[in-house]
Nanobody, 129 residues
Framework: QVQLVESGGGKVQAGGSLGLSCAAS????????MGWFRQAPGKVRQFVTA????????YYADSVKGRFTVSRDAGKNTVYLQMDSLKPEDTAAYHC??????????????????????WGQGTQVTVSS
């Protein structure tokens, strides 16, 4: 069982930046494709970005492309999400997720939430206008 813990959420004004972290305990994240999803109250969980096991491949939702950056540090067993130029519509609980499936598999089917087996509890990001 991979346990994921997100941190770094908070409140920020529009145009500001926040950095999120996703750490794993008990397991190395090396064998996993990692994703970030977000969910606002009353809305479905939405794909944000994903990064391959090696870190060589990334994919972003159009809504965050050019503003968010995903990365991973094998030595720290952590995945990061740097969020810049934040907008009020970015307000949501942000969850990291892990899947043992290869990048090719999840990328081909569109990074659906149910393709990811392990989830963190989430960290709240609130962007005020």
């Amino acid at each position: 069982q991979v346990q994921l813990v997100e941190s770094g959420g908070g409140k920020v004004q529009a145009g500001g930046s926040l950095g999120l972290s996703c750490a794993a305990s008990g397991h190395t994240l090396g064998p996993y494709t990692m994703g970030w999803f977000r969910q606002a109250p009353g809305k479905v969980r939405q794909f944000v970005t994903a990064i391959s096991k090696s870190g060589d491949s990334t994919y972003y939702a159009d809504s965050v492309k050019g503003r968010f950056t995903v990365s991973r540090d094998a030595g720290k067993n952590t995945v990061y999400l740097q969020m810049d130029s934040l907008k009020p519509e970015d307000t949501a609980a942000y969850h990291c997720a892990a899947t043992a499936s290869s990048w090719g598999v999840v990328d081909r089917v569109g990074h659906r939430p149910h393709d990811y087996e392990y989830w963190g509890q989430g960290t709240q990001v609130t962007v005020s206008s």
